[in-house]
């Protein structure tokens, strides 16, 4: 199928070459709803990008746009940096009540800038606060924000590279199975540690996802994810999950860490937590590592009380139960088996990976991953890449698509994939 490409002029002429997405997807996008987008000629697109996990429950979402919408009308308050406000209370109350209760989890609630690498920096400055050093140990692939201190314990190469200055203080570590299962887990970690003539400084802390998605789907197991937070434990450095991307439910439970059985010192939530696309961001710490002193970590959009007002909708509508778990649960498994008779043709070279409802599909044929996310847009899929050199396709699909949308996409993904072989 052609695709003639719109009149981009005044992006391409106002807006800076930073731009990224667009290249990928050369439309005007004009409204969305649900799954779908749809561009100003009127051509829908299914969403298996979900605005890179910040849309879990789809576009304008009807639930959480008549909260906002009644809000709005009755002059709620928008901006309040973070003084009180009783769009703030709803949603300390409900997440008290939903979330942090139901699992048992101690947490104070701290409300940082609004975008994920916001709370994944003041989480580092809090474990460095805490523990009075400056080490940090990140992991192979990681991902975890584009400012400084963020980019400091993220792997990728390319992004660590336009920092311009030096990123400092970190230590990178093997990630779960990134040697093949032929060294045993964390050996290298322990002996550093215990060896006063290694040069790594006692961390203040380990930061690490359950699931690196930026860094190409690579699914940590339970259990190295308990051997890391035993680690931590014995030898006095707080771990911090990074669960922004795979948070509110993108893996199955709402945090990613539950079905490892762990409880994590400090979490970073973002993308989704406000349900409605809005800039939200929290960080999660245990009672005793509120140490901050009042003002010593703030910033003006700290108080986004629209986004606390689709927040709590999300929370009272999805997460009073199991519902929406036990669907992504079947749905991810629905996922799991397409993916899994697709690359078990041999000649296409792929494997899949993947938990819940993130899943990606590596390719021995690096260029291949890019090729087929073009060809599903060509068929009005919209589909990323992901990893060191974009060589898998990975899908984040909304955890409120139907069962039909989930096979016509499946089904446009493998037409693509095929048709790029």
């Given amino acids: 199928m052609t695709i003639t490409e719109p009149l981009l002029s005044v992006f391409e002429t106002v807006e800076s070459e930073v731009r990224s997405y667009c290249r990928a997807w050369p439309t005007v996008f004009e409204r969305a709803s649900g799954s779908r987008l749809y561009d100003e000629r009127g051509r829908d697109y299914l969403d298996f990008f979900a605005g890179a996990g910040s849309l879990n429950y789809g576009h304008n979402n009807p639930v959480l746009k008549r909260a906002l919408l009644d809000y709005i009308e009755r002059d709620g308050i928008t901006h309040a940096l973070d003084m009180s406000t009783t769009a703030k209370r709803d949603f300390l109350e409900a997440f008290q009540s939903a979330i942090l209760g139901p699992r048992g989890l101690p947490y104070k609630v701290m409300f940082p800038g609004p975008t994920g690498t916001n709370a994944v920096e003041a989480a580092l400055k809090l474990a460095r606060k805490a523990k009075g050093r400056e080490a940090v140990v990140s992991f192979t692939n990681a991902f975890h924000g584009m400012s400084l201190g963020s980019l400091a314990v993220t792997g990728n190469a390319f992004k660590r590279a336009g920092a311009g200055v030096p990123l400092v203080h970190t230590t990178p570590m093997p990630f779960d199975n990134y040697l093949g299962g032929r060294t045993p887990d964390f050996i290298w970690f322990e002996r550093l540690l215990e060896d006063q003539g290694s040069g790594l400084n006692q961390p203040a802390a380990v930061i690490v996802e359950t699931i690196q998605g930026e860094g190409g789907v690579n699914v940590a197991r339970p259990e190295w994810l308990r051997r890391l937070a035993d680690l931590c434990r014995r030898r006095d450095m707080l771990l911090i999950v990074d669960d922004v991307q795979m948070g509110c ?131 009005g899929l919209l589909v990323e890449t992901s990893g060191p050199e974009s060589e898998v396709v990975k899908l984040l699909p909304p955890l409120t698509l139907s069962p039909a949308e989930l096979e016509e996409g499946l089904e446009v993904l493998t037409r693509s994939v095929r048709e790029t072989a």
């Avoid at 993108?250 to 059985?261: I, L, V």
């Avoid at 762990?262 to 245990?286: A, E, H, N, Q, R």
């Avoid at 140490?291 to 689709?310: C, L, Q, S, Y």
């Fill in 249 to 379: 439910g993108r893996t199955g439970s709402f945090f990613s860490f539950e079905d490892a059985g762990i409880t994590p010192d400090i979490v970073t939530v973002s993308k989704s937590i406000s349900g409605y696309g809005l800039p939200m961001s929290l960080c999660l710490f245990k009672p005793e590592l509120d140490i901050w002193e009042p003002g010593e970590h703030n910033g003006t959009f700290r108080g986004n009380n629209p986004a606390f007002v689709t927040a709590t909708a999300a929370l009272d509508t999805y997460w009073r139960d199991g519902a929406l778990r036990e669907r992504s649960l079947l749905q991810g498994a629905r996922i799991d088996a397409a993916l899994a008779e697709l690359c078990s043709d041999p000649h296409l070279g792929a494997s899949h990976r993947g938990r819940g409802m993130v899943w990606g599909i590596e390719f021995q044929d690096k260029a291949r991953a890019g090729a087929v996310c073009a060809r599903a847009y060509e068929h």
